[in-house]
């Protein structure tokens, strides 16, 4: 408003439309170009939102020409009356257009949001139990026509008890939080980490060798160890037991592979802790004659979890 007082422009329409027209068309593709740079969230509302207001943008540049080419295309004459009747009513619903979709975004956002919560931990704010193994059966699914070596993990805390026993569970829960941390800075962006529940925790590595696998196994395991020497001013220097299977099969078997971690995990345990155990033959079929049945609980959770 105080820039149409100025002495140059008080007596210039053409040129106010000019200046409002171009303040307009910055603003809405600035707005655009702002839904586009945050085009990682999945809505898919902001698409049209992009693309209507990059039309009300264009449509308010083209002002800007027919003021030069159309005499009198202010409003002065009936050419220029209809000309800004037409342009007034299309940005009048592409406005109304705009507010809808931008209503449908926010609503979409606020959906994503509590979907998104549903399938985090949130002391860790990584995958839950349900989430990992919907993104594994995700997964298992593509292998099928395009097989790859692939990796299951299963990891435990070592005494985690004790650790919430003699340094309380505030720093119990930094314990799993750090965990979570070492682990995603450890593993590439592809693979797959949740947590179980408790202290346990399941990752899958595709498209890994056995060797790479292991390699990824021990640097989390290293890792973890070093980043909990202090946890907030105690000297926790908490470990944890991996146990580690690797596949080669065309088909992979969710229930079946973590039934096979479960059982190299449950080994790394009886070796002393702190250590990677890669599941081979002769190990399961050595806890099968033992009759152990922790593999079979673990099929049993994905079972009860999938259905």
Same mark, same amino acid.
């Given at each position: 408003?105080?820039?149409?007082?100025? =002495?140059?422009?008080?007596?210039?329409?053409?040129?106010?439309?000019? $200046?409002a027209s171009g303040i307009i068309t910055a603003y809405t593709w600035l707005t655009a170009y702002?839904? &586009?740079?945050?085009?990682?969230? %999945?809505?898919?509302?902001? &698409?049209?939102? $992009?693309?209507?207001?990059?039309?009300?943008?264009?449509?308010?540049?083209? !002002?800007? =020409?027919?003021?030069?080419? *159309?005499?009198?295309? /202010?409003?002065?004459?009936?050419?220029?009356?209809? &000309?800004?009747?037409?342009?007034?009513?299309?940005?009048?619903?592409?406005?109304?257009?705009?507010?809808?979709?931008?209503?449908?975004?926010?609503?979409?956002?606020?959906?994503?949001?509590?979907? /998104?919560? +549903?399938?985090?931990? %949130?002391? /860790?704010?990584?995958?839950?139990? @349900?989430?990992?193994?919907?993104?594994?059966?995700?997964?298992?699914?593509?292998?099928?026509?395009? =097989?790859?070596?692939?990796?299951?993990?299963?990891?435990?805390?070592?005494?985690?008890?004790?650790?919430?026993?003699?340094?309380?569970? #505030?720093?119990?829960?930094?314990?799993?939080?750090?965990?979570?941390?070492? +682990?995603?800075?450890?593993?590439?962006?592809?693979?797959? $980490?949740?947590?179980?529940?408790?202290?346990?925790?399941?990752?899958? *590595?595709?498209?890994?060798?056995?060797?790479? #696998?292991?390699?990824?196994?021990?640097?989390? @395991?290293?890792?973890f160890a070093q980043m909990t020497q202090d946890v907030d001013g105690h000297q926790v220097g908490? /470990?944890?037991?991996?146990?580690?299977?690797?596949?080669?099969?065309?088909?992979?078997?969710? %229930?079946?592979?973590? +039934?096979?971690?479960?059982? +190299?995990?449950?080994?790394?345990?009886?070796?002393?802790?702190? !250590?990677?155990?890669?599941?081979?033959l002769d190990m399961l079929l050595k806890r099968r004659e033992q009759g152990t049945t922790r593999?079979?609980?673990? #099929?049993?959770?994905?079972?009860?979890?999938?259905?």
């Open positions: 408003m105080l820039i149409c007082r100025l =002495p140059v422009l008080a007596d210039d329409n053409n040129l106010r439309s000019l $200046i702002k839904f &586009w740079r945050s085009r990682d969230e %999945p809505l898919v509302s902001r &698409w049209p939102a $992009i693309l209507m207001l990059f039309a009300q943008g264009a449509l308010f540049l083209l !002002r800007t =020409p027919m003021l030069a080419l *159309l005499p009198g295309s /202010t409003g002065d004459t009936l050419l220029g009356s209809v &000309w800004m009747t037409v342009l007034s009513s299309e940005s009048l619903l592409l406005t109304i257009s705009e507010a809808f979709i931008l209503l449908a975004m926010a609503k979409e956002r606020t959906e994503l949001r509590h979907r /998104t919560a +549903a399938m985090v931990d %949130p002391l /860790t704010g990584i995958a839950n139990r @349900r989430s990992f193994l919907q993104d594994a059966g995700v997964a298992a699914k593509r292998h099928i026509g395009n =097989p790859r070596p692939a990796a299951v993990l299963l990891i435990d805390v070592d005494r985690f008890k004790s650790i919430n026993d003699n340094f309380g569970h #505030a720093v119990g829960d930094r314990v799993l939080a750090i965990f979570a941390e070492a +682990a995603r800075k450890s593993m590439r962006g592809s693979d797959l $980490i949740g947590r179980f529940g408790g202290d346990e925790f399941a990752a899958m *590595l595709l498209e890994t060798n056995r060797e790479k #696998a292991t390699e990824v196994a021990e640097r989390i @395991r290293a890792s908490a /470990t944890v037991s991996v146990g580690l299977v690797h596949s080669l099969e065309r088909t992979l078997d969710i %229930p079946e592979l973590l +039934a096979q971690a479960d059982h +190299a995990l449950y080994c790394a345990k009886e070796r002393g802790r702190n !250590r990677v155990e890669v599941a081979s593999g079979l609980g673990a #099929a049993a959770l994905v079972a009860k979890s999938a259905a």
